[in-house]
């Protein structure tokens, strides 16, 4: 019951934040159409020195018919700046040079490239995953971009973490705002905050310029020598990143602290006096950022990884030692393997983007991978020579299938709820999940078939049959929430399915 509790509390942090600024945008059902037009002479060049110099032009707007005038554009990007294309990702600010212009609310959007991304999905899956488990994190979508009136490439568009995103998750904006980059480790390095300057970087009241808090963070977290949970959970919300850690390592996202130990903000709410944990820049999920691994190996690495040597990731050993905290990071693994990362959780999410996309991808002039990269790379592991980090990258339902298998072999002794579909072939599926108007109850063969929906305390709301393997089913008149999926006369333990209209 307390999993189920737990996942409404998602349910109901993803409908407050589906209400703000940037939601008609991010709710948008179609592709965005985003169009950049430079008047200047080379604008080319003056936006590669932006790049080195870190400063906008300005250019015209229009994303989907709505036009901004004297909007503020950069290249942005480490990694993905460095290939031959012209396809460079992209900032945009729109109150850069007009005082409070925006587009639904939202002062900046990043415009990403996906450089290393045959299918263009890694970045929305794992983002969409995040915020539907109610994980801090940006949303995004998809634009067909163009410069000048010339199609430039399907991008990804995310939210920028500012204050309007702050606002948005924790109804404040005026706490610190950190971002772990270079190389934001968490290690103790002493009490002097300019031991601290080089390795992250002050995002928020830079004019003020105080530090105390993340070292006092970092002090607690690295010196307290029992009972951690105690005395950290005042001051970090630790619930939330153990959500959000559990994620990184079944996505196998090792560009972010559980890897390369960046990628990340910490912000500290000032209406809570805890510090929260920000995602970012999840482009390398599924296993692309490989640490030196082959697809085999991150489709088998423990649940328990950080990038050695010991103590080289404090947040995520001090945690595993923690017996408060291990309980709670194995519960929201079995939790995620049960509904959210499995083949019935989605595979049909996987292609009802590709769906969503593949015109947009065919036409892409600047793409970075061909049309039958795009196509293999949705289910199966391909291999590209010359590609940056590893010719082997992982199929995407290939990887959530094996990676699923791989962990729930690890933690089979723990999870109790719903481990017999782990350990032998479903009786049925439930999809798309969470769901809003429909969904479709699958079964492996043509027979008959009942099934009931019931609500969290098992009163019977629906009551069907069927006598093929495919049985769609209205749920447009359940009310948000979670309910369980149950074959009547079998011993399998349900399916969890949550209703999001």
């Known amino acids: 019951m307390k999993q189920f509790l737990t996942l409404l509390l998602f349910f109901h942090y993803t409908a407050l934040f589906a209400q703000n600024e940037g939601a008609n945008f991010h709710a948008y059902q179609n592709i965005h159409e985003i169009r950049l037009t430079f008047h200047q002479n080379a604008y ?45 990702s992209f900032k945009l600010d729109f109150n850069e040079f007009v005082n409070a212009q925006n587009y639904d609310g939202l002062k900046k959007l990043n415009l990403n490239n996906s450089f290393k991304d045959p299918t263009l999905l890694r970045e929305k899956l794992m983002f969409d995953f995040l915020n539907a488990n109610g994980c801090y994190a940006p949303r995004a979508h998809f634009a067909n971009v163009y410069i000048n009136d010339q199609l430039w490439g399907l991008y990804t568009t995310v939210e920028e973490i500012d204050k309007t995103f702050l606002s948005n998750a924790f109804q404040d904006d005026k706490g610190n705002l950190f971002k772990g980059d270079p190389s934001g480790d968490l290690k103790w390095l002493g009490a002097q905050q300019s031991l601290y300057e080089p390795k992250y970087e002050l995002k928020l009241n830079e004019s003020l310029n105080d530090w105390t808090d993340l070292i006092t963070f970092i002090n607690t977290l690295n010196n307290t020598p029992t009972n951690l949970h105690e005395a950290l959970n005042p001051i970090f919300d630790s619930e939330n990143f153990i959500k959000t850690w559990a994620a990184h390592n079944l996505f196998a996202n090792l560009d972010s602290y559980i890897g390369s130990g960046h990628n990340y903000y910490l912000y500290h709410d000032s209406l809570t006096s805890q510090f929260k944990f920000i995602s970012w820049d999840v482009n390398e999920a599924f296993g692309n950022f490989n640490m030196g691994m082959s697809v085999p190996q991150l489709e088998q690495m423990t649940m328990n990884y950080f990038s050695p040597p010991s103590g080289n990731r404090p947040l995520i050993e001090k945690l595993l030692a923690d017996s408060t905290y291990y309980a709670m990071y194995e519960n929201v693994i079995c939790t995620y393997l049960d509904y959210n990362f499995s083949p019935a959780g989605m595979y049909h999410r996987i292609d009802s983007l590709a769906n969503l996309i593949r015109s947009s991808v065919y036409a892409d002039p600047n793409k970075f991978f061909t049309n039958q990269q795009f196509e293999d790379n949705l289910s199966n592991t391909i291999n590209v020579p010359g590609t940056p980090g590893g010719e082997n990258i992982a199929g995407l339902k290939s990887f959530i299938n094996n990676r699923r298998n791989a962990v729930a072999t690890q933690i089979a002794d723990y999870c109790l709820l719903g481990m017999d579909e782990l350990k032998s072939s479903p009786t049925f599926s439930v999809y798309p999940n969470p769901s809003s108007n429909e969904v479709t109850i699958e079964t492996p063969g043509n027979s008959n078939h009942s099934f009931v929906i019931c609500d969290l305390q098992g009163k019977v709301l629906k009551t069907l049959h069927t006598s093929s393997n495919i049985l769609k089913v209205n749920v447009s008149d359940l009310a948000n929430g979670v309910y369980f999926v149950q074959e009547t006369n079998s011993s399998d333990k349900g399916k969890m399915l949550i209703i999001a209209h």
């Open 44 to 88: 080319w060049d003056s936006l590669i020195d932006g790049y080195a110099g870190d400063f906008y032009i300005k250019a015209d707007i229009e994303i989907d018919g709505v036009s901004l005038a004297d909007c503020g554009v950069k290249i942005k990007g480490n990694s993905s700046y460095n290939n031959p294309s012209v396809k460079k």
